[in-house]
């Protein structure tokens, strides 16, 4: 549910929504101003979000949980990495998010 509504504002180009909904970890390591430059960078090169398919997850602790999705864009298809904890508040809060952009976890498909 939270990586849809995170793909859902990517596709709308809501990218200072998305850092909103990040941890305040994730703000303290990356400046706004930062992130909607790597943002928009990402949009240019991979192109709007089309589909993801659940690859494999891992459960940390009763807090935390790493997500990898093949995510399907419009140019690439690659692997996804989103990190979600638990704050205090028990407010699910994105901590941090990674494009395998070199195959580590998976191929890089290009599409386009």
Known sequence: EEVDKLFSLYNKGEYAEIYDLSCDS???????KDFL???GTKM???GEFKG??????????SKS?????RVDYINYSLIEEFNYIKNDGQKICLQAMYTDDAGKHGEVIKLH
């Open 26 to 32: 994730f703000k303290n390591a990356t400046a706004r």
């Open 37 to 39: 430059t790597v943002m």
């Open 44 to 46: 240019k090169i991979l």
């Open 52 to 61: 993801l398919k659940l690859q494999y997850s891992n459960v940390i602790n």
């Open 65 to 69: 949980v790493e997500l990898y999705y």
